[in-house]
RNA sequence: GGAGAGAUGACCGAGAGGCCGAAGGUGCUCGCCUGCUAAGCGAGUGUACGGAUUAAACCCGUACCGAGGGUUCGAAUCCCUCUCUCUCCGCCA
């Protein structure tokens, strides 16, 4: 949510901002609310205020044995038009509020301006495409012929876009998650987190997904809640509406989930391999941040994430998205894109934002500087990485000609030791 | 799932229709005192929204005693619903 006095003072950076991200939203609208909004607002606490007075001169009269009959009817006169005005302000709120939270995050100064992924810019690019002597496969070939990936029985089990890992595979996913916990705690300083899987309709709010992206969520029946698409949304929430210590931040979270998305408008999109599932696997950095240092820390993070895939010797580039690819609570992300060599593509495997304040202002997560006054800390995350994508990686990057997949140097401790998957 | 108890400020804890944004204590901040430390003395110490001002502070108003609704001229206090916590029983990984 942005700055509501930002809006009111300068509806006119909002709308350009609006633009660049190619949103049709209509600002004028929101400003009127809120003038409604406030006039009501206005209106009701002068009544409020003078039932008050009215009220403590009852009690005076009373306990002194005067007639206060005259302040009781006003009393009533004045409650009456308060309920009439209190039904006014709550329909005047939920109209600008459900307009406030709809409007997506202004995009940070140093964002390209664009309008989709073609105009994202490239801001690195680590290693190389490996050269193989033979026909790189695919991970979904790769998986079933060495049956480590089982998609006819995931999809028997369930439906669609879920997999069966087998032995070895599971083995690596498992071995890929622990070895990320591993590094950010023991290298990066980050605090493990363990949260549930599923959460309220404030937390989902706080971070955004809702009131905007329900259809995206799976929603549990008989319950109002919902399984996380990301741990984001469960870690972001840990200090919703706290107020923390300027000495403690910044606050470093790194959480092992499996993400549920519905993945509503991706039909026949990516519909082979572990590329798009209902449930994946991740490990995701969270930090939470000073206002002033929020962007160092952004790059901080998408080292963090980077260092994943260095560690594993696969390239990679980094794109900073541009204006019109931006996600609706980000100021600015970074998106780290690996190379498969079995498909031919650069496919994303992190997302690395920050969102300034446009979270913590849903969500109340405050803190209190050093001279008593408190404000809003700034939120981000990133993947660090996608497991499923991650492991697709491996296996495509390290496969041989026999179909045996070889096993990163850093991972072989976390798979019992073993040097490469072997060829059936 | 059954029975009971509870939820008040950073924390502990009073409060039982109007004098309560809320006693008292702890903590914290500032000042005094003290050779240092400890102790002691004094003052201060919630958040949000709206207004005023606008660089900010101060100021004015409103709301908030788990959440929502109700009774009443008036609710932290009475009633209802829900959520969460604790104890006992049952069940269970």
């Known amino acids: 949510m942005l700055d509501p006095k930002l809006i009111r003072d300068n509806p006119q950076i909002v709308a350009e901002s609006l633009k660049k991200r190619g949103n049709e939203f209509d600002v004028q609208r929101l400003v009127v609310a809120d003038e409604k909004r406030r006039d009501v607002i206005k209106t009701v606490e002068a009544l409020k205020s003078e039932k008050n007075t009215t009220s403590d001169q009852i009690a005076k009269l009373k306990k002194s044995g005067g007639d206060a009959q005259e302040q009781i009817e006003r009393l009533r006169s004045l409650g009456k038009q308060i309920e009439e005005l209190n039904r006014e302000l709550k329909t005047a709120e939920a109209e600008w509020e459900s307009l406030i939270m709809i409007v997506p995050n202004i995009p940070h100064q140093t964002v390209p301006v664009g309008g989709g992924d073609e105009d994202n810019e490239v801001a690195k690019v680590w290693g190389e495409k490996p050269v193989f002597d033979f026909q790189p496969l695919p991970h979904w070939d790769l998986g079933e012929r060495l049956d480590i990936l089982d998609f006819k029985r995931a999809a028997k089990i369930t439906g669609s876009r879920f997999t069966l890992y087998k032995s070895y595979g599971a083995l690596m996913e498992r071995a890929l998650i622990n070895f990320m916990l591993d590094l950010h705690v023991l290298r990066h300083g980050y605090t493990e987190v363990l949260p549930p899987f599923m959460v309220n309709r404030d937390s989902m709010t706080g971070t955004g997904q809702l009131p905007k ?207 490469r998957i072997p060829p059936v």
């Open 213 to 419: 992206f329900e259809e995206e969520l799976f929603k549990l029946q008989g319950f109002d809640y919902f399984l996380i698409p990301t741990a984001e949304v469960p870690v972001t929430n840990i200090y919703r509406e706290e107020i923390l210590k300027e000495a403690e931040l910044p606050i470093k979270f790194v959480a092992y989930t499996p993400c549920f998305r519905a993945e509503a408008g991706a039909h026949g999109k990516d519909t082979r391999g572990l590329t798009r599932q209902h449930q994946f696997n991740k490990v995701e950095l969270v930090k939470f941040s000073l206002p002033d240092t929020s962007y160092d820390e952004l790059e901080g993070l998408l080292l963090d994430a980077e260092d994943v895939l260095k560690s594993l010797k696969i390239h990679y580039r980094v794109s900073c998205l541009c204006t019109g690819d931006l996600g609706f609570s980000s100021s600015k992300t970074y998106d780290i894109e690996v190379w498969l060599p079995g498909q031919d593509v650069y496919r994303e495997i992190s997302s690395c934002s920050n969102f300034e304040d446009f979270q913590a202002r849903r969500a109340k997560i405050r803190y209190r500087k050093a001279n008593g006054k408190i404000d809003l800390v700034h939120t981000l995350n990133g993947s660090g990485l996608a497991i499923g994508r991650t492991t697709m990686a491996v296996m495509e990057n390290y496969q041989n000609a026999d179909g045996s997949i070889e096993v990163p140097e850093v991972l072989r401790p976390y798979m019992q030791g073993i040097t």
